[in-house]
T-cell receptor, first 113, second 114 residues
Framework: ELKVEQNPLFLSMQEGKNYTIYCNYS?????LYWYRQDPGKSLESLFV?????AVKQEGRLMASLDTKARLSTLHITAAVHDLSATYFC?????????????FGKGTLLTVNP | DTEVTQTPKHLVMGMTNKKSLKCEQH?????MYWYKQKAKKPPELMFV???????INESVPSRFSPECPNSSLLNLHLHALQPEDSALYLC?????????????FGPGTRLTVT
């Protein structure tokens, strides 16, 4: 059974600081996704990482994938309050046919002034 | 258009009621999904439709009945639900038979079972 572990589960940080969220998974998948969810809202796709060494950046967020270590990171640079949300990583272990994503438990990020 | 729409936004129903949730997308996606999400938890996959055929049922109780009438629409029929079924129900869609399956989520239906 595929396991996806995120840490930390809770992250409180000050504006302007940097931090990293980690996502470890137990399969050999090379497809990993990051989503953001604001309270009471739906999930918004942030990044799609499709190969070893993939790096994607959008604004203050940068995601990377190391398939050999089975690890993805979401790095936050100079955090601002608007980044407060829950961040989920999800691994696609479908083998190209069954469309199933397995989600981590999520990291609740709170950015304080 | 990268939008998935869901109706209703909120639904309160009794345990003896029958209701339906609706989901629609016009992105040409041929895979559609139903998820259940409890507060402070990740989404739990319930059903997957691929080319309008049910391809995954994650052992969901029969009081939840999915239906995919065409490639743009997905319904979830609800009957004799329990209070523990109260949750946010999310619909999503993605490409099928593609290199990857980035899923686009709808806004969700907040369901309360009384």
């Amino acid at each position: 059974e595929l396991k996806v572990e995120q840490n930390p589960l809770f992250l409180s940080m000050q504006e302007g600081k940097n931090y990293t969220i980690y996502c470890n998974y137990s399969t050999t998948s090379d497809r990993l996704y990051w989503y953001r969810q604001d309270p009471g809202k739906s999930l918004e796709s942030l990044f799609v990482l499709l190969s070893n060494g993939a790096v994607k950046q959008e604004g203050r967020l940068m995601a990377s994938l190391d398939t050999k270590a089975r690890l993805s990171t979401l790095h936050i640079t100079a955090a601002v309050h608007d980044l407060s949300a829950t961040y989920f990583c999800a691994v696609d272990d479908s083998g190209g046919s069954n469309y199933k994503l397995t989600f981590g438990k999520g990291t609740l990020l709170t950015v304080n002034p | 258009d990268t939008e998935v729409t869901q109706t209703p936004k909120h639904l309160v129903m009794g345990m003896t009621n029958k209701k339906s949730l609706k989901c629609e997308q016009h992105m040409g996606h041929r895979a559609m999904y139903w998820y259940k999400q409890k507060a402070k938890k990740p989404p739990e996959l319930m059903f997957v439709y691929s080319y309008e055929k049910l391809s995954i049922n994650e052992s969901v109780p029969s009081r939840f009945s999915p239906e995919c009438p065409n490639s743009s629409l997905l319904n979830l029929h609800l009957h004799a639900l329990q209070p523990e079924d109260s949750a946010l129900y999310l619909c999503a869609s993605s490409q099928a038979h593609s290199e990857y399956y980035e899923q686009y989520f709808g806004p969700g239906t907040r369901l309360t079972v009384t």
